[in-house]
């Protein structure tokens, strides 16, 4: 999948820093990842380590090097502080900067204290290129679905009224609303429409991106893009009003964040699971 989103032109930052100004920041998101702490652990019959991998190396091929990764959420499956001592040092070894935000399988504590430490922070900016990225905290402690507190509202709003004229990306890890899927929208964020008002009020917002549901999406929803892209590992059954997998394979999605408000992004998989793909009918 591959698409153009083209806002006005806007005036705003330069490029990367000492690069032509026309040359886009490259965005990589990587989601879901569910990892354990045993290299051998599965999830619903596959090894997230090596899904993680085949991602890796398929985004080696395609897209490499980005100018920074997001991951969205639901980094470690088993609450294990080794599960994320490991997903930092695979992504230190990428030297690529990343950028964590926690989903509700994450223990945030841990994943601040070992993997990434400015995650603590419910709503931080990270500037890319001319672009900014709001990254959120939507997390609920001892919750499946997700919440946006007063602060990330607030903060929300703080950027909005900025005036900055700098073209921005919201990445959080639940969905904002409902997607069809009667079980994963029980779990979307529990005050979608207030968020949604906030974000509809931002001048420069060029699209939302989730994680969570495991799938490739995209709905208008007040006015605002909404993204949510597949897991590394297993993918949920779009639709479905019970759990069930799907059989399609694991991806991330691209991003090219233009100088002029241009956004093109799109989602690649890989072309088979490193193990047997086998259906299961039982929740995660
Ligand atoms: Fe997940």
């Given at each position: 999948?591959?698409?153009t989103?083209?806002?006005?032109p806007?005036?705003?930052?330069?490029?990367?820093?000492?690069?032509?100004?026309a040359?886009p920041?490259?965005?990589?998101?990587?989601?879901d990842?569910?990892l354990?702490?045993?290299p051998?652990?599965?999830?619903?019959?596959?090894?997230?380590?090596?899904?993680?991998?085949?991602v890796?190396?398929l985004?080696?091929?395609?897209?490499?090097?980005?100018?920074?990764?997001?991951?969205t959420?639901?980094?470690v499956?088993?609450?294990?502080?080794?599960?994320?001592?490991?997903l930092?040092?695979?992504?230190d070894?990428?030297?690529?900067?990343y950028?964590c935000?926690?989903g509700?399988?994450?223990?945030?504590?841990?994943?601040?204290?070992?993997?990434?430490?400015s995650a603590?922070s419910a709503l931080?900016?990270v500037p890319?290129?001319?672009?900014?990225?709001l990254?959120?905290?939507?997390t609920?402690?001892?919750?499946?679905?997700g919440?946006?507190?007063?602060?990330?509202l607030a903060?929300?709003?703080a950027?909005?009224?900025?005036?900055r004229?700098?073209?921005?990306?919201?990445?959080?890890?639940?969905?904002?609303?409902?997607?069809g899927?009667?079980?994963?929208?029980?779990?979307q964020?529990d005050?979608?429409?207030?968020?949604?008002?906030a974000?509809?009020?931002?001048?420069?917002?060029?699209a939302?991106?989730?994680g969570?549901?495991?799938q490739?999406?995209?709905?208008?929803?007040?006015?605002?893009?909404?993204?949510a892209?597949?897991?590394?590992?297993?993918?949920?059954?779009p639709g479905s009003?019970?759990?069930a997998?799907?059989p399609?394979?694991?991806?991330?999605r691209?991003?090219?964040?233009?100088?002029?408000?241009?956004?093109?992004?799109?989602?690649?998989?890989?072309?088979a699971?490193?193990e047997?793909?086998?259906?299961?009918?039982?929740?995660?």
């Amino acid at each position: 999948m591959a698409d153009t989103d083209a806002p006005a032109p806007r005036t705003g930052g330069s490029g990367r820093c000492g690069q032509n100004a026309a040359v886009p920041f490259r965005l990589l998101q990587l989601t879901d990842l569910h990892l354990y702490a045993d290299p051998e652990r599965r999830l619903l019959g596959q090894n997230t380590r090596r899904t993680l991998e085949s991602v890796l190396s398929l985004a080696q091929t395609r897209h490499w090097p980005p100018d920074a990764i997001v991951l969205t959420g639901d980094l470690v499956h088993d609450e294990q502080p080794a599960a994320y001592r490991f997903l930092r040092s695979r992504f230190d070894g990428l030297g690529i900067p990343y950028h964590c935000i926690p989903g509700n399988h994450d223990r945030l504590d841990l994943l601040v204290g070992h993997l990434d430490r400015s995650a603590a922070s419910a709503l931080r900016l990270v500037p890319a290129g001319a672009w900014d990225l709001l990254l959120l905290d939507s997390t609920v402690p001892a919750e499946e679905g997700g919440h946006l507190d007063e602060r990330v509202l607030a903060g929300l709003a703080a950027h909005a009224a900025a005036d900055r004229r700098r073209p921005t990306l919201v990445f959080l890890h639940h969905h904002l609303a409902p997607l069809g899927s009667r079980w994963i929208d029980t779990m979307q964020v529990d005050n979608g429409p207030a968020a949604l008002a906030a974000l509809a009020s931002h001048p420069d917002l060029s699209a939302v991106i989730c994680g969570h549901v495991h799938q490739d999406a995209e709905q208008r929803q007040a006015g605002l893009r909404l993204l949510a892209t597949p897991s590394t590992c297993v993918q949920f059954l779009p639709g479905s009003r019970d759990f069930a997998l799907d059989p399609l394979t694991p991806g991330y999605r691209w991003l090219e964040l233009h100088p002029d408000g241009r956004l093109d992004t799109g989602v690649e998989r890989t072309d088979a699971y490193p193990e047997p793909f086998t259906p299961a009918t039982e929740g995660y």
